[in-house]
């Protein structure tokens, strides 16, 4: 559950994706050092559920600059 905005729910859009951003990569990477270190790296699959304004942060975050290193040429362009 991801807690980048729930105390700053008053704002831009691009400034709450930035943050949601922020929190996924912060976990991706903690997941691909534990994975890194045990020898056993390799995808990793997420799943965003979101409601109504939710969807469009979560959206906002998954095209910003800061997501594009951590997908691969099989993600489809988002829509």
Do not use: C, Y
């Not at 990569?25 to 304004?53: C, E, P, Y």
């Amino acid at each position: 559950m991801s807690e980048a905005n729930e105390d700053k729910t008053s704002g831009d859009f691009r400034e709450m994706g930035s943050r949601l951003a922020q929190e996924v990569i912060s976990f991706l990477k903690k997941k691909m050092d534990k994975a890194s270190r045990s020898g056993n790296l390799k995808d990793i699959k997420l799943s965003f559920v979101g409601h109504s304004i939710g969807n469009l942060i979560i959206r906002t975050a998954l095209t910003g600059k800061s997501m594009r290193n951590f997908f691969n040429s099989s993600v489809q362009k988002l829509n």
